[in-house]
Nanobody, 127 residues
Framework: EEQLVESGGGLVQAGGSLRLSCAAS????????IGWFRQAPGEAREGVSC????????FYLDSVKGRFTISSDNAKNTVYLQMNSLRPEDTAVYHC????????????????????WGQGTQVTVSS
């Protein structure tokens, strides 16, 4: 069964850190770009970050540049999103997605446009 499973979300105070993990199974990890988008209640969906597992190229939403770092461990079929200096406005459900390129995340495509997507993990940042 092809799937993406997220973990690592939680409740943290502003200024704190979390590391999200996205574990892929059932498909060839190296053929895809893996990324994250987030959705907060009443807010527009935002593509947060993405990494090409082929060449390591990355994308970051402007508001997370310098605070978030995406990385890939191809041996473990896992992508990580290290989130530092978290802000209350980072509060959202974070979903992991897979597509041939990072274009989907960069342009905030809806979930059904991706080949695979996870159920999401809640990140809550208190002020």
């Amino acid at each position: 069964e092809e799937q993406l499973v997220e973990s690592g979300g939680g409740l943290v105070q502003a200024g704190g850190s979390l590391r999200l993990s996205c574990a892929a199974s059932g498909f060839t990890f190296d053929d895809y770009a893996i990324g994250w988008f987030r959705q907060a209640p009443g807010e527009a969906r935002e593509g947060v970050s993405c990494i090409s597992t082929k060449d390591g190229s990355t994308f970051y939403l402007d508001s997370v540049k310098g605070r978030f770092t995406i990385s890939s461990d191809n041996a473990k079929n896992t992508v990580y999103l290290q989130m530092n200096s978290l802000r209350p406005e980072d509060t959202a459900v974070y979903h992991c997605v897979a597509h041939s390129t990072c274009s989907g995340v960069q342009y905030s495509w809806p979930p059904y446009e991706y080949e695979y997507w996870g159920q999401g993990t809640q990140v809550t940042v208190s002020s």
